[in-house]
């Protein structure tokens, strides 16, 4: 097993290198890996495809998913150069994938300029005190479409 975890993290670690080399994005990569086959792969693609969301996880999660048709990875791991930041916590949650391995911390990014810190400590306050203005607005005419969700029969439940 641990052969296999090797085999797949230093794939991660590969694209990481492609991609940066390539000056697609920041140095991240990241497999995911289904029956000890990789399923989806992705490297940052931030910068050459100007998508902020375009983290290395979050461009192999995409792919996995269109593989597998669904959009959720129960039975997968995501292997991944670095800890996840934030945004590609929350897209691995929303994923649910069974497991997440990962090479460098958070702490290893920050040390390369990507430190993330401050999207967890944004968390932690007020939405009135963050750094970029957040304004509830037409909060009763929003809420119609959850309702109309609620009763909606046909859903597909996630």
């Given at each position: 097993?641990?052969?296999?975890?090797?085999?797949?993290?230093?794939a991660a670690i590969t694209l990481a290198q492609q991609g940066m080399d390539g000056n697609h994005g920041g140095p991240f990569g990241a497999v995911v890996v289904k029956d000890n086959k990789i399923i989806g792969k992705g490297y940052n693609q931030v910068t050459s495809s100007n998508d902020p969301t375009a983290h290395a996880e979050v461009v192999a999660i995409r792919e996995a998913c269109k593989v597998l048709n669904t959009f959720q990875l129960e039975g997968c791991t995501i292997y991944t150069s670095c800890e996840p930041c934030p945004m590609c916590l929350g897209a691995i949650y929303w994923a649910r994938p069974d497991r997440v391995v990962y090479g460098a911390t958070k702490e290893d990014a920050a040390g390369a300029q990507f430190d993330d810190q401050f999207i967890y400590d944004e968390l932690?306050?007020?939405?009135?005190?963050?750094?970029?203005?957040f304004e509830n607005l037409m909060r009763d005419e929003a809420r119609v479409v959850f309702e109309a969700w609620n009763e909606k029969e046909d859903k597909k439940e996630y």
């Open positions: 097993m641990e052969e296999q975890n090797e085999k797949f993290m230093r932690e306050i007020e939405l009135e005190k963050r750094q970029i203005k």
